[in-house]
């Protein structure tokens, strides 16, 4: 039995993903803070993490993943201001990420870049819906590190994902400059650019399914927040959230969906 052999083994059993588990939530830990910081400009390093509202600094023991929050019941410790649910649901969502990814493609590249890329789309996802910012030190911060993947991986290459990036983020910026200009108004802000930019480099040719899979949430979910929800006509959507969504949908099934429409709306066609 080879190394690898016996580490896919050692995937299987429950340790492994419990493992993922409880490294994903520290991640997913650190991505509170990420998604915190990283729009206002701030160090996502240094201070240590603070309550908002008495600004003590939380030692350790008040910041265990998952622990703390159930513990403490959703308060701080010092003043009992309330916690938001949100650092605890991310913190949830990313063990999750990592335990389904060790799960679904065992302790392999694969995992790692389904790892990377989600936990990405997670921190982009709430910056954009809290603050409607996709920060570079993501978009562009990650292309190199997609890049990289896309080198090793056997399912897309290196020029795949440079032609795709470019070109993605190149139509995506001609709509919203066509936007701008017709309506004087930033529909599409430069963020969605970069950040369809750094799904090229992860998703390859994929990327455009995603786009499409954004385009179509994005529509349903706008129609509902505009005349159920009535939030009006100018209520600024967060396309990067749907996005985000889409390219872990992609990633995941990207291959049986492009199947799916072949197989059921090509054939009469062919035959
Ligand atoms: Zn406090």
Known sequence: MDFIQYLQTFADTKFMLFFAFVIGSMFGSFFNVCIYRLPEELSVIKPRSFCPSCKKTIPWYYNI?????IFLRGKCAYCGARISFRYFFVELLSAWIFAFGVYRF??????????????????????????????????????????IFAYFSPERTLTESLIVGIAGAGILFLLAYIYLKLKGIEGMGMGDVKMLALMGTFLGKQAFLALMIASVIGTIVGLFIIYVLKKGKNYEIPFGCFLSIASVITYLYGNDIILFYVKHFLKHNWS
């Open 65 to 69: 993943p998952l622990l703390s929050y």
């Open 106 to 147: 065992g302790p392999t590249f694969k995992a790692l870049e389904f790892i990377v890329l989600s936990s990405i789309m997670l921190i982009l996802f709430f910056t954009d819906l809290d603050k409607r910012i996709l920060p570079d030190e993501i978009t562009l911060g990650f292309i190199p590190v997609g890049l």
